[in-house]
DNA sequence: CAAAGCCTTAAGCTTTCTTTAAGCTTCAGA
DNA sequence: TCTGAAGCTTAAAGAAAGCTTAAGGCTTTG
């Protein structure tokens, strides 16, 4: 999972990225309201975290204007105690929950999990397509170990199916908006990918699309 | 979506275009108002953005030009923040939308994607005509795969059922009006695609039109 | 602190798509 | 019915995109 994180405080934004990282879940931080809007029409967060009180434009600014553009993103909403009444806007404006301010991240974890429909940390979960059947929590495919980032583009391959991914938009929900990475990583993980496939002798294979993208198919 | 930008800032236009690239939206560039007038006549354009300060001919000399000979391709003008007046100017003129130097180019593709319905998230990924069903998102015609080319193609003639696409209209709007393309490019695509209609076994048809172009209809 | 594992980088190779061109067919008007 | 223009079809050359591999570097772990 990826998450988008807008907040103005430093050191708490530090924190709280911190945890979250070791929850496995990925963000990128945008410290003003401007960054965030700019940031927050991309496709590849599962969800956007918006603190209210931001400089530039405000989270309740930010909110309206993606919902207007019709981008579907769940929003969590952080509100300081005083702003109660904001709490309330925030949520018949469209967001999809919201926390006081301070919170705890534990509950920050939970409630991007819920809104995930993600299991929470340490259960066995697996998803399927085909004969594969990922692993997320030790990371094997169909038994056989998978690196990190091998792991993480076949789960959006396979909770895609039928939709072919870029390679723009794997790079950006897999190695972050802001990493310079090239389209070439994406063919290398491709191959390793292929790979472990054949050695576990799936009935399924990574079809390219020129210029398109990836996508799981079934061999005939 | 293939725009026509005009603006006399190269530095400028080179990032813009390269962002709207990224976001699949095909662009042609004109550096004076001059090339602009000339080049937005042409019907290939699904939006027009016009800088308002250029060489020769400004923005709203363009705008009442082309609103006067009766071409409604919607229009973004573009002012310098100084230009308030020249903004009302616009819009009442016949402008679809403005946006203030300088503007993010996210801003415009959001505004782009608005003025042509489209949503920036999951776009429309199946269009049908009569039994044939182009899925654009994994680029296939009743399952069968197509080139970049073949697809771009079939979608226009989908999207216009019963109107003769000039091969001229074709090769603008998908080789771009700049490049050099030959009318025999469309002959051939055309004789690919009659052959993949064919081996889906589709009811439907291309008919070539002499001298007009070319249009699906249903075989008899 | 060394080893192992993973990620990044780059180069050369392969595949696929597009362009080009030539010869053929169809059509409309004289 | 003849003729030139328009359109069709193919195959091969060329360009672009994608694949694979291996080496080097970074991080993590024992």
Redesign the interface.
Known sequence: MRILYVEDEKYLADAVIHMLKKADIAVDWADDG?KG??MS?S?IYDAIVLDIMLPKLSGLDILKAIRD????TPVIMLSALAEVEDKIKGLTMGADDYLSKPFKTSELIARLNALNRRAPLQEETEIHFEDLCLNTSNRTLNGIPLTEKEADILEVLIKNP???QKK?YLLAKIWGSESIAEENYVEVYMSYLRKKMKTIKSRCSIKT????GY?LVTKD
Chains 1, 2 share one sequence.
């Open positions: 401007e809007l700019d029409v496709p553009r019709g981008i579907k039928g939709i072919a723009e699309i020129r210029n398109l996508k």
